[in-house]
Each structure stands twice: as C-alpha cells, then as structure tokens.
C-alpha cells in the first residue's frame, strides 16, 4: 500500500523536477541570448537626420558604409575641392582615400553630392536611400535592417547620394537646417603676402596650437600680414576653441581668404575653396582642425 501510495507522488515529483529543469535551461539560455548578442543602449530608428520624407526619384547611391568613428555630417558637395576637404573628415583605415578616389569620379559639372553620417544605434542595414520631405529637405533612410535591442557599440552609417546639380537649388535643407561646410577645418584668419612675402623664403608651415608656436611663425612675416593676423584671431588664445582642436599655419599662394584645408594621411595642405583661382598671391592663412580628424603620420605642409 505505502509503495502504491508513493509512486504517483514520485511521478508528479519527477514531473516537476524535468519542468523546472526546462525551464532553468530556457532562462540560461536567454540570459546567455542577450549578453552574446550585445550590452549597449537601445537605439534609435533607422533614419537619417529627420527620419522622413519620401524617396527620391533617379538619386545614385554612390557609397554606403557602417561602422564606428564615422564622424556625423549632413553636407553637399559640387566641386572637386569640396570632395578632397570632405574626405579630411575621415582620414581613419582608408575610408578618406577611398571616398576621395570614389567620389572624385563623378561628373560634378552635372551632378551634387550629397553627404550624410549618422548614429544608426543598434540597428544594422544593408543600404540607405536618399528622401526628401517639403520645409526639411534631403534626409536618409536605411534599407535592409536588423534593429537589436541593445548592442555593444552603435554603429555610425555614412552615405553618399548622387543628384542632378539643377535639382539640389542653391539653398538646399538637410534635416530642416543649411548644409555644414564639406571640410572639418575652420579658416579662423589670413592675410596677404605682399612683396617680401613666401616667395623669397620659400613656403612655410607649422602648428600654432600654442601661443610661443604662433609667434615663432609670424615674427618672420612682414609687418602689416603679422598685424593683420593678429587682428583677425583676436583673443583665440586666450580663450579654448570649442571641443579639442589644434591650430596650423601656411604661407601659400592663391585666394588666401577661400582657401580650405586639405587632410590626408600624409599630409595637412591648404586649397583654393572652388580648386582654382583667379588671381592667386601669396598669403598666409590660420586653420582650426578637431584633435581627431589631423593623422598622426600627416605632414604638416609639402
């Protein structure tokens, strides 16, 4: 009697034992699911800076890329020299020297580039296209994605469209704002070389990040281009620029007061802001760079 009594108890305690244990592995399993797949914050959807708009008809998607250190802008780009500054904002493993081979392809007499990176959070995607919505302008959406819930490190997308020149206008929006300039230098001063200027040395350049450094370089200048840089940076070194930056100086020739930096991994050079020049001088002109955008192996100047 005892061992009838007993048995449909063991069975139901074995019952409840293999559930608990299914359950167990189900919970370790899931637990394990989420820490192997990623550890990082939610992310945002898979859209470009306005997340609308509808796509754009005959837009060429001339390059597509996601990773990390992709830094974020929304540009456009109509001329040679636009791309070779453009390419300056990632001068990182090659993706600068890629874009500027890629991107200088293009037949920029008929055609606007237009540029956008930015933070895609833990969604992946295959592709992006370009759209376009009334009062915000051009904005991008992914294609092809895989949103996770969380995820390790957030990816950074940028994307490269093709336009035709006449339908981009002259004022175009990106995400409801102007376009940001296509490099990441600042021309923060210039000043012409007359007479006595770069040709009898030579060209020079150097960083002036640091006041003795700025002064080393000007005490060489004539006195009025020395007078008139000091001018034009007013009180820029008694005050930090905003975010890291470091600051260089070049003796050139062309329009000093367009020119735009070019940054490559092998050098820091400066160029005419349309890639010519009408009437080209000699002048000396003053660049603020972000600390992680100038290369380790660049020469400053060359």
């Known amino acids: ?170 004022e175009p929006l990106i995400g409801g704002t102007s376009p940001d300039p296509p490099g990441p230098a600042t ?3 210039h000043a012409p070389l007359e007479g006595r200027g770069a040709a009898a040395r030579g060209p020079r350049a150097a960083e002036v990040s640091q006041p003795d450094q700025f002064e080393d370089f000007v005490r060489p200048l004539p006195e009025e281009a020395a007078r008139l840089l000091e001018s034009e940076l007013g009180g820029v070194y008694d005050a930090e620029l905003p975010g890291p930056a470091r600051r260089f100086a070049f003796e050139g020739r062309g329009c000093g007061e367009k020119a735009r930096l070019e940054i490559t991994a092998e050098r820091l050079r400066p160029l005419p802001a349309d890639g010519s020049c009408r009437d080209p001088r000699p002048y000396v002109a003053v660049f603020a760079v972000p600390a992680d955008r100038v290369p380790a192996s660049a020469v400053i100047g060359g």
């Open 1 to 170: 009697m005892t061992g009838d009594r007993t048995v449909p108890w063991r069975r139901r305690g074995g019952w409840t034992v293999a559930a608990a244990v299914v359950a167990g592995v189900l919970l370790v399993a899931s637990v394990w699911w989420a820490v192997a797949d990623s550890t990082g914050p939610p992310g945002p959807p898979g859209s470009g800076p306005d997340g609308g708009g509808t796509v754009v008809a005959g837009a060429d998607a001339v390059h597509f890329e996601q990773g990390h250190g992709l830094a974020g802008v929304s540009t456009v780009l109509r001329s040679p020299a636009d791309v070779r500054v453009f390419a300056g904002r990632y001068p990182q493993d090659g993706v600068g020297a890629e874009l500027r081979e890629k991107l200088l392809g293009r037949d920029l007499d008929a055609e606007a580039l237009v540029a956008l990176a930015w933070g895609s959070g833990c969604t992946s995607a295959e592709g992006a296209v370009l759209t376009y919505a009334e009062g915000t302008g051009y904005s991008a959406r992914l294609t092809g994605t895989t949103t996770y819930q969380t995820c390790e490190s957030p990816w950074e997308v940028l994307a490269v469209f093709a336009v035709p020149e006449e339908d981009v206008g002259a």
């Open 187 to 189: 021309l923060l001063a």
